[in-house]
C-alpha cells in the first residue's frame, strides 16, 4: 500500500470529529423516545445525521474528520452493547441470552452510509481548485477510517443476526439442500417462511466484504472475491450443518458469492463514473492507495523539465480514532 503524508487534524478538529460521532450513536435512542413509528424514526435518523455531518464537514473542510466520526460511533456502538450483555449476564446469569432489536442494526448501517454517500458525492464532484492533492489525500484516509467502521458494524449485524439468534439444537434432524435452486424455489414459492427476506439477506450477507477487498489493492480481480466467497460460504454452511443451527444449502453459498461480487463491482463502477468525470485523470478514487495527481497528469515536453514526483512518506494523519 503507498504510503502518504497529509496535514494532521488538530487536537479541536479531533475532539469535534468524536463528539459528532457521540451524537451519531445517540441518534438511534433519541428517535425512540420521540417517535412511535418506526419510518418516522429513521428519516428523523436520516436528517439528523445529514446536518451532523453536514456541520462537522463544514467546520474541518477535511474528509477524515467524517471517518473519525463514523470509527467513533462504530467503536461505541460495541462498548453500548459490551455493557448490556455484562449487566444481563449479571442479572439473568446463566439465563440469559444476548439480542439485538433489528431497528439499532438497520440505525447503524443507516448512520454509516449517510455519511459515507455524502463525502463520496463531494469527492466524485470534485473538480479545477477543490480536487488537490490534499483532498485526495484527506478522501484516502476517510475511505481507511470509514471502512473500520463498516467492518466494525458488519461484525456486529453477523454476530446479533447470523450467529447468535440460532442456537444449536442437535436433538432435531438436520436439514440439507444440495439440489441447486430446490431451497430458491422454495422460498420464492412461500414454503418457507420469510422466504424473500431471506433470499435478501443470503444475497447482502457478504457485499460488505466484496467492498472490502476492492479498497485494499488495485490488483485483486473478481475471480479472487469469488474464491474467498464461496470458500466462506461453505464454511458458513458447513458448520450450520454440523451445528444445526439453520438449513444449510447449495443455493445459500451461491448467494454469498454474488453479494460480494456485488460489492467489488460497486468500487469499480464507483472508480469507473469518477475516471469518466475526470477524463481518465482519476481512475483509481476509490482504492487504499493513494494516487498523486501529478501521476496522472499527460507527459511534459521533452524539452521541459521533469516534475518531480512527490515523495512517500509515513503516514501522519492525526490521532486515531
Given at each position: ?60 473542510k ?17 462498548g ?12 439473568k ?54 471502512t473500520?467502521?463498516?467492518m ?59 467492498f ?22 461453505l ?40 475516471s ?13 492507495e ?26 501522519e494523519?492525526?490521532?486515531s480514532?
Amino acid at each position: 500500500m503507498s504510503s502518504f503524508t497529509t496535514r494532521k487534524l488538530s487536537i479541536g478538529e479531533f475532539f469535534l470529529s468524536m463528539a459528532a460521532g457521540l451524537m451519531l450513536f445517540l441518534l438511534p435512542n433519541d428517535a425512540t423516545n420521540q417517535f412511535t413509528s418506526e419510518g418516522v424514526r429513521y428519516g428523523f435518523i436520516f436528517i439528523v445525521s445529514l446536518v451532523v455531518v453536514g456541520v462537522l464537514y463544514l467546520l474541518v473542510k477535511r474528509y477524515e474528520a467524517v471517518g473519525t466520526a463514523l470509527l467513533t460511533m462504530a467503536w461505541l456502538e460495541i462498548g453500548g452493547m459490551g455493557v448490556g450483555i455484562i449487566s444481563g449476564l449479571i442479572q439473568k446469569g446463566g439465563a440469559y441470552w444476548p439480542k439485538v432489536k433489528l431497528y439499532l442494526l438497520v440505525s447503524m448501517f443507516l448512520l454509516w452510509m449517510i455519511p459515507f454517500l455524502m463525502v463520496l458525492i463531494l469527492r466524485l464532484t470534485s473538480f479545477g481548485n477543490t480536487d488537490t492533492n490534499e483532498n485526495r489525500k484527506s478522501f484516502t484516509r476517510f475511505l481507511i477510517l470509514s471502512t473500520r467502521a463498516l467492518m466494525v458494524i458488519y461484525l456486529l449485524v453477523l454476530l446479533f443476526r447470523l450467529i447468535l439468534p440460532h442456537r444449536p439444537h442437535p436433538e432435531l434432524d438436520r436439514q440439507l439442500y444440495l439440489i441447486p435452486y430446490t431451497r430458491l424455489q422454495a422460498c420464492i414459492g412461500g414454503t418457507i417462511q420469510n422466504g424473500p427476506e431471506k433470499i435478501i439477506w443470503n444475497g447482502l450477507i457478504l457485499a460488505p466484504l466484496g467492498f472490502y477487498f476492492s479498497l485494499l489493492t488495485s490488483r485483486i480481480r473478481l475471480w479472487h472475491v469469488m474464491i474467498i466467497s464461496l470458500a466462506l460460504g461453505l464454511t458458513v454452511e458447513a458448520l450450520q450443518y454440523l451445528l444445526n443451527t439453520g438449513a444449510a444449502a447449495f443455493d445459500d453459498i451461491l448467494l454469498y458469492a454474488v453479494g460480494a461480487a456485488l460489492g467489488y463491482l460497486i468500487v469499480k463502477l464507483l472508480n469507473l463514473i469518477r475516471s469518466g468525470l475526470t477524463m481518465g485523470n482519476d481512475r483509481d478514487m476509490m482504492s487504499f492507495e493513494y494516487t498523486p495527481m501529478s501521476r496522472l497528469l499527460p507527459e511534459t515536453d521533452s524539452s521541459s523539465p521533469d516534475t518531480p514526483e512527490e515523495p512517500s512518506t509515513q503516514d501522519e494523519t492525526g490521532p486515531s480514532a
